[in-house]
């Protein structure tokens, strides 16, 4: 049975005679990860589909989440797989890197004997299931989906098929980069891209995701979760930069657990897909924590960027820090919902919250909804949303400096972007993520 | 903690006279309910039959706890009463009052403010105004200060077309209940030109147990006119749930005026949920000035529509929330026109238990020019067991549009207790000024006479909130 009966099934509720898990369930995979995979599925089948009025869908749309046409991806022809690995060019220089293409592994960089020595495992999901199940029943989709896509993550879970597992041990540091690449080849193709990342007390790394498609219009549907988990005192960056093709649809469900003292930078960078939903939850389990979330977001032609928050204080003095840009052209829209909620007894908290949408054109539309959920006194928390236009001072000035217009207006939104691009203080990551938006601008000409 | 303080505040509007009602439309909701106020009110038919269809809304609607709070639930629809009223008719003259109402009045100061500073003053006691006058000077400038049930009867040209425009039938559970059941209120036409010095004032009396408000407002002030409104309100404590539903519509035609102000303290037992909303045409401006001390659960978000060209909304909001409060409040400005302004500055304090919530929608649709909202929430937590919340939802299409929105939480400096307290006042004393310190600006918007009086229901709440 296909995909796209099986979700049918799902959506109507009639039961199909055929067993759903000989289709989907590799039999050659561990017991427990079949038992984890049936009991995913039928989450998938008995949670409804969000309605209308579901605060955690407000101002998406619902359209997005009819996925009947699609269809699990088939294997990429010998020059595809040529073409892909060419175009697989990140960072210059890495720890490690892996590269796959339709949920299968086609090229890994292994790390240094060196940090193997010292224990880090720089995995695929395969790879890990053999070496280090227990790792995997300990960790593997154990955080509440808080944000709305509870039955998007039951999917993922039914179906995940590749990606990454990186574990640091303690006090252990991966200096450079671990690099990896997902590609989505084919029309009406599925990928379930996983990605769990576990630092020990005190370890540290810093991991960089592409998400890619081979085509610019082929349709495609990704459903990705991250998993970050970081143990006291661990310092962790986490970019991920989405630019699936312009038609795929984009679920990215990411959490982040820090313990006592841990440091975690995420930052998710959005241009591709033309429904993106990304979910980010931080959560706070010792207290000293710190959560720096970013988000870039280019968003052009009929894009609609759909981005839901959690800075969720469960600790007294911790820290979080949201900064999510929004640059919106043409006809396209963007969501942001973000809550930060301090529980009780969560004192000295410090909490931040600040979205900016640059609306670059007379059809764009940008929602804002920055929440707060206080339940402590001695706490500091603010939030701010802004949407606005390019200064026409600031043009002005530039042009009176000879630079043309639209070099000018590029130069002037390239500025407001960097600003949460140069939070992020990795001078490789940042240039490149420059660079990689600049192209894309002179690209959209 | 101590409450003493608390109680004797509540104790303003604590007490009631026994009076025995002239009309009771029983307990329950159904279409009989609905055809015996029409038949009291001896309404026309296209009313009856704007309430009967009101009425399948209400039904049909569900309750909003998708968003809001469950608490909700816990109001009984079948175990309330829908109308009473204690007079045929409202008077003009005090005297004319039957005497445990007029003590009702009196002892709640109404007679004496109108004497000292209102242009008029009508007061409803449970469904209906049982006292409505305005100055003389007033009404030979052709303002028309009624009730809801005579501007309806008297003024239908004016009323009928602004009735329900501005808030439909449908636009929630609330406001559909309130249109099949409303009875009260105050109707309120300014001519062109037309500067109403002094305040009208409202005042609006729950007397009896299991019972439910639901007054209907609309005030219409013509072309340049300009015109304040003040309400106020008070119910007895009564152990089982009260409900006031209202609906208030304002309508300020092309450069008009309108300020409305209300200072809503309603006893801990009352389900305080409704719906107020404006129309400010070209270069008009409508302008809330919204106070919530009491109540156990007010839901309100006053908003304005935005529709001519330069128009202007404005939102002034104070909560209050004490033990087994919450106070969801916030404001909606609709932005429909070019250059239109919109300004919303909420302050919320959460005492003891407290729970206050600010709720916001901000929309400038596609294609405007020149709109600008700004708006500021701050929340004040005095006690580590208070709580806050602020969701507002801002949608903004195109490029020549301005918003901004910015809310902080934070608590009483210990430093400024401490340094007050170095200087001789109490604990309680300094949390106090603090607090009157962090809404002081906004109190300074008020008339003067509501200000002293916010003050000091603020010094109220605030004594035994520490220690």
């Known amino acids: ?445 | 903690m101590s409450t003493s303080a608390i109680d004797i505040d509540r104790e303003i509007g604590n007490f009631t006279y026994d009076v025995k009602p002239y009309r009771d439309s029983g307990f329950g909701l159904s279409a009989d309910t609905v055809h015996y106020i029409s038949n009291v009110k001896d309404d026309p038919d296209w009313v009856r039959e704007f309430r009967l269809k009101a009425l399948q809304t209400f039904f049909d609607k569900p309750m909003p706890t998708s968003w809001a709070t469950k608490d909700l639930e816990a109001i009984d629809f079948t175990k309330i009463r829908y109308y009473l009223s204690a007079q045929e008719k409202t008077t003009r003259s005090w005297d004319d009052v039957p005497d445990d109402i007029k003590k009702t009045f009196e002892r709640l100061g109404i007679p004496e403010q109108e004497r000292k500073f209102l242009a008029g003053v009508e007061a409803q006691f449970d469904s209906e105004a049982v006292y409505s006058n305005v100055q003389k000077a007033v009404s030979d400038q052709g303002v028309i200060f009624t009730g809801s049930t005579e501007g309806l009867k008297e003024h239908p040209e004016i009323f009928r077309k602004w009735f329900g425009k501005v808030i439909p039938t449908g636009d929630n559970k609330f406001s559909a209940l309130n249109s099949a059941v409303f009875s009260g209120g105050s109707f309120i036409y300014v001519p062109p030109g037309v500067k109403v010095k002094h305040p009208l004032q409202a005042y609006f009396r729950i007397n009896s147990e299991n019972f439910g408000q639901f007054e209907r407002t609309l005030i219409i002030v013509d072309e340049g006119a300009e015109l304040t409104y003040m309400e106020g309100c008070t119910a007895p404590k009564f152990t089982t749930a009260t409900l006031h539903s209202a609906v208030v519509e304002l309508v300020a035609m092309k450069g008009a005026k309108i300020q409305y102000i209300t200072v809503q303290n309603w006893s801990p037992n009352v389900f305080n949920l409704v719906t107020k909303r404006g129309i400010a045409h070209e270069e008009a401006e409508v302008k809330w000035i919204d106070c919530n001390i009491g109540s156990r659960l007010t839901m309100k978000y006053p908003g304005v529509v935005m529709k001519g060209r330069k128009a202007r909304g404005e939102v002034i909001s104070i909560a209050l929330a004490n033990d087994g409060q919450h106070q969801d409040t916030g404001a909606k400005m609709i932005h429909a026109a070019d250059e239109t302004t919109s300004n919303v500055i909420s302050k919320s304090i959460s005492v003891g238990k407290g729970r206050s919530t600010y709720r916001g929608m901000v929309h400038i649709p596609k294609h405007l020019k020149g709109c600008k909202n700004n708006t500021e929430c701050d929340a004040l937590l005095i006690n580590t067991t208070s709580r806050t919340d602020t969701y507002p939802a801002i949608t903004v299409r195109g490029t020549g549009n301005v918003t901004q929105h910015e809310a902080s939480v934070s608590q009483v400096s210990a430093e400024q207790i401490f340094y007050m307290q170095q200087r001789g006042l109490t604990e309680g004393q300094a949390m106090s000024l603090s607090v009157n310190g962090f809404v002081n600006d906004l109190v300074r918007q008020f008339p003067m006479e509501y200000s002293v009086e916010l003050k000091r229901l603020i010094d109220m709440e605030m004594e035994g909130s520490v220690g």
């Open chain 1, 1 to 445: 049975m296909s995909l796209t009966g099986i979700i049918r099934e799902a959506l109507t509720g009639t039961p199909e005679s055929s067993p759903l898990e000989t289709q989907f369930i590799d039999p050659t995979s561990p017991e427990w990860l079949q038992t984890l995979r049936q009991q995913a599925w039928c989450e998938f089948q008995s949670t409804p589909a969000p309605k209308r009025k579901d605060e955690a869908w407000r101002f998406a749309n619902l359209k997005m989440l009819e996925l009947e046409h699609y269809e699990p991806a088939s294997k990429m022809d010998r020059d595809t797989e040529q073409r892909v690995l060419a175009q697989s060019t990140g960072l210059a220089a890495v720890a490690g890197r892996m590269i796959f293409a339709n949920g299968i592994l086609l090229s890994k960089q292994n790390i240094s004997d060196e940090l193997a020595a010292k224990g880090v495992r720089f995995l695929s999901f395969d790879e890990a299931i053999g070496t280090v199940p227990e790792l995997i029943r300990q960790h593997f989709m154990t955080q509440t989906v808080a944000l709305g896509s509870a039955r998007l993550a039951a999917l993922h879970k039914a179906r995940v098929n590749s990606g990454t597992v990186i574990h640091v041990p303690k006090n252990v540091e991966v200096t450079l980069p671990l690099e990896i690449f997902h590609w989505l080849d084919g029309a009406n193709s599925t990928v379930f891209p996983h990605t769990l990342i576990i630092l020990e007390d005190n370890a540290r790394a810093t991991v960089l995701e592409h998400y890619q498609s081979t085509e610019s219009r082929a349709d495609g549907l990704a459903c990705a979760v991250n998993d970050l988990i970081l143990g006291p005192g661990a310092k962790l960056t986490y970019v991920s930069i989405q630019n699936w093709s312009e038609t795929a649809r984009s679920f990215q469900i990411n959490s982040t657990e820090l313990a006592r003292d841990a440091h975690a930078t995420n930052m998710v960078v959005n241009l591709g897909s033309s429904y993106a939903r990304y979910e980010s939850a931080s959560r706070m389990r010792g207290p000293g924590g710190r959560s720096d979330m970013l988000a870039v977001n280019v968003a052009s032609a009929h894009q609609e960027y759909d981005q839901r928050t959690l800075q969720d204080h469960a600790q007294p003095n911790c820290t979080s820090d949201l900064l999510y840009k929004n640059a919106l052209s043409d006809f396209s829209r963007t969501i942001f919902a973000g809550l930060i909620k301090v529980e009780e007894h969560s004192h000295k908290t410090d909490a931040y919250q600040k979205v900016r949408n640059l609306i670059l054109s007379d059809d764009a539309e940008a929602n804002s909804m920055p929440g707060l959920e206080i339940l402590a006194d001695d706490v500091r928390c603010s939030h701010g949303a802004t949407s606005g236009q390019l200064e026409e001072d600031e043009i002005f000035y530039l042009l009176s400096r000879g630079i043309p217009e639209t070099a000018a207006r590029k130069l002037l939104v390239a500025g407001f972007l960097n600003e949460a691009i140069a939070r992020l203080e990795n001078a490789p990551i940042e240039e490149y993520i420059n660079d990689f938006l600049a192209r894309a601008s002179a690209g959209n000409e």
